[in-house]
C-alpha cells in the first residue's frame, strides 16, 4: 500500500516522494526533522561560551596540577550532591506503599 503526501504549497497529492512532483516542495518528514536537527547544531555551535564555563574549563585544563586536583574535588563533590538530591527528590516522589 503506497503511501500518499498531500503537498502544503500547492495541494496536489503525491506518491511516497522526498518532493512534490508539481512544484518541488519538500515533503519527506525524514528529511525536514535532519534540516532542523542541522540548523538546531549550527545555532547550538554559535552561542559563545559563558563566563562560567570559560571558568571552569581553565581550572579543569590548567598546567598547575593543584588547580586541576581542586576542580576535580569541587566536581565530585557537586555530582555527590546531585546524586543524593535526586535520591531524594525520588523518595518524595514515590507513593507510599
Request: hydrophobic share 40%; net charge positive.
Amino acid at each position: 500500500m503506497a503511501i500518499e503526501r498531500k503537498c502544503p504549497q500547492c495541494n496536489t497529492w503525491n506518491e511516497d516522494l522526498d518532493y512534490c512532483s508539481n512544484c518541488n516542495h519538500l515533503l519527506s518528514a525524514k528529511i525536514i526533522e535532519e534540516k532542523r536537527e542541522e540548523e538546531r547544531e549550527t545555532r547550538r555551535k554559535a552561542v559563545p561560551a559563558t563566563k562560567l564555563e570559560v571558568f571552569l574549563k581553565s581550572w579543569k585544563e590548567s598546567k598547575y596540577w593543584i588547580l586541576r586536583v581542586i576542580y576535580k574535588i569541587l566536581y565530585t563533590i557537586a555530582f555527590i550532591f546531585i546524586a543524593i538530591a535526586s535520591l531524594f527528590a525520588y523518595l518524595a516522589a514515590t507513593p507510599n506503599g
